[in-house]
């Protein structure tokens, strides 16, 4: 088979690889991403991009049309956009090329690269920083391809196993630190109107919480949220106020920098008690906690990892189930990918999508709109693995013949 002239990398930091403090220096916000996608998509080497961003990781995706070091393109664009020297923390950055990159990918979304072992949020996250790659026109083929066996294996993970079965979430995690240290008339202020926030409040709301506070940016988020939840409503203009007295602050927001300094919460509690409990579970951080009493408790990121240590023992025992379904569906990109070039695979191909859509048309005027588009995702789906069956016998085949 010829070589294939594209090359699929992943470029990535995460909580794995680096501290908090470290990570949240190359944190992009979602109002970044369109600029950062077309910055990378400029270039002469890159022939596609996919960017994803969450609180945990920042990802690049990149499909390579010339060999150079992928690291390099990425530190250009922190060098010209955020004057910051990546190449000083290399060490923290990982990489990985072809099958490698997409098994990663697999991981990632079906939560087994998250804090908490079967992180349910990521595929959505994972979604929707693909469907920003699409409508900004960054994604070429491969990364179509790619993200759609991801989101397949998502599925796949999530039906034949309990990971994620239980919401498993850093939220939820927060939500039980609550519920632990806590008593049920406690105040308790939400910072942030997002996903986030949206579950945690829930879950406070259906134990028993309802003495709650929502601070926002912008004010009528936080109101429609304390009137779901009963609760009272303020925006960060007036956040002296929305956080006297409370026994609780958990913030969550996509701030660039600290929205809360340690000289505001000196400020605001020199005339009353300060809270017994502070989650920040943003990156990067919204509350510069430095100077604060040790009677305080504080969990950031970083603080949650010794937490969750033992939060993860039985779904730690399906992790083979999940594995195996990863495995799987890189061998089968794998040998798509393989066959991109090849003339003789390219026939099929086209022969086989010939055939299904021949199928279709003799069948369209038997069946309801309903039932033929059923017919049509199925056999978009037979299709899919019958080439990709195809596909590693010849692989086989070929090894075979170089061999002898």
């Given amino acids: 088979m010829k070589e294939q002239k594209l090359k699929l990398v992943v470029v990535g930091i995460s909580h794995k690889t680096s501290s908090i403090s ?31 961003f969450t609180c945990n990781r920042i990802e690049f995706y990149l499909t390579l049309k010339k060999p150079i070091d992928p690291f390099i393109i990425i ?26 990159a997409a098994k990663h990918l697999f991981k990632v979304i079906c939560g ?3 804090m908490v072992l079967g992180e349910y949020q990521i595929q959505g996250q994972i979604k929707e920083s693909y469907s920003i790659a699409c409508s900004e026109k960054t994604a070429d083929k491969i990364m179509h391809k790619l993200f759609h066996a991801a989101f397949r294996v998502g599925k796949n993970v999530r039906s034949n196993t309990i990971i994620g079965s239980g919401k498993q ?60 939840y009963c609760g009272r409503a303020f925006g960060l203009d007036n956040i002296e106020e929305a956080l006297s007295n409370v026994k609780c602050i958990f913030s969550c927001t996509g701030a660039p920098h600290y929205i809360i300094s340690s000289e505001l919460l000196n400020r605001i509690y020199q005339k009353s008690n300060y809270p017994e409990l502070i989650i920040d579970i943003a990156v ?66 086209e022969k086989f999508e010939s055939l299904r859509l021949q199928f279709l048309e003799e069948t369209k005027g ?39």
């Fill in 169 to 228: 979430s850093v939220s939820g995690i927060a939500y039980q630190i609550l519920k632990e240290k806590l008593n049920k008339d406690s105040l308790i202020a939400l910072i942030g109107v997002n996903q986030n926030t949206k579950i945690i409040a829930e879950k406070l709301n259906t134990s028993g919480f309802t003495n709650l506070v929502f601070v926002n940016r912008t004010l009528y988020k936080a109101e429609k949220l304390a009137d779901q």
């Fill in 22 to 52: 470290n990570l949240e220096l190359f944190q992009l916000n979602k109002n970044e991403i369109a600029d950062a996608l077309h910055f990378l998509k400029a270039k002469e080497e890159v022939e596609g991009v996919v960017i994803i």
């Fill in 112 to 114: 087994l690269d998250s």
């Fill in 75 to 100: 530190n250009n664009y922190f060098l010209e956009n955020k004057k910051i020297d990546a190449s000083k923390r290399k060490h923290s950055f990982y990489c990985y090329k072809n099958a490698e």
């Fill in 366 to 404: 038997d069946l309801s709109k309903e039932e033929f588009q059923t017919l049509e995702k199925y056999s978009r789906s037979l299709i899919h693995r019958l080439k990709a069956t195809l596909y590693q016998i010849i692989k086989t085949n070929n090894s075979q013949k170089k061999v002898s």
């Fill in 284 to 349: 990067p951080r919204d509350i510069d906690t430095n100077g604060l009493p040790e009677a305080t408790k504080i969990f950031d990121m970083e603080g949650l990892r010794s937490y969750l240590m033992n939060q993860e023992k039985e779904i730690a025992l399906e992790l083979p189930i999940a594995e195996k379904i990863i495995e799987d569906e890189t061998s089968l990109f794998e040998a798509w990918s393989d066959s991109q070039g090849d003339e003789t695979i390219a026939y099929y191909d």
